[in-house]
């Protein structure tokens, strides 16, 4: 781990609000055009709800990955 104070530190946290933030920002946008078309084929067939939750579902693991390089530029570096 780096020292406190250190300019190194400073950039592994903004790199890791990078990864976190845009991740967060890209499932947003994503999620945006899957709801509104899950949301337009459960209307249409019931049956299609568990199909429309797992794409629902997809983008969220984009934050997850995000997340995981976040940890891990903070803890090994």
Same mark, same amino acid.
């Given at each position: 781990?780096?020292?406190?104070? +250190?300019?190194?530190?400073g950039?592994i946290?903004?790199g890791?609000g990078?990864?976190v ?5 890209g499932?947003?946008?994503a999620?945006? +055009?899957v ?8 209307t249409? +067939?019931q049956?299609?709800f568990g199909?429309a939750?797992?794409?629902?579902v997809?983008?969220e693991t !984009?934050v !997850?990955?995000?997340?995981?390089i976040? !940890?891990?530029? !903070?803890f090994?570096?």
């Open positions: 781990m780096v020292l406190e104070g +250190d300019v190194g530190s950039l946290a903004i890791a990078l990864a933030g845009l991740t967060g920002l499932a947003g946008m999620e945006k +055009d709801g509104a078309a899950a949301v337009g084929a459960i249409e +067939d049956s299609l199909k939750m797992i794409f629902m997809l983008p !984009i !997850i990955f995000g997340l995981v976040a !940890i891990m530029a !903070i090994v570096m």
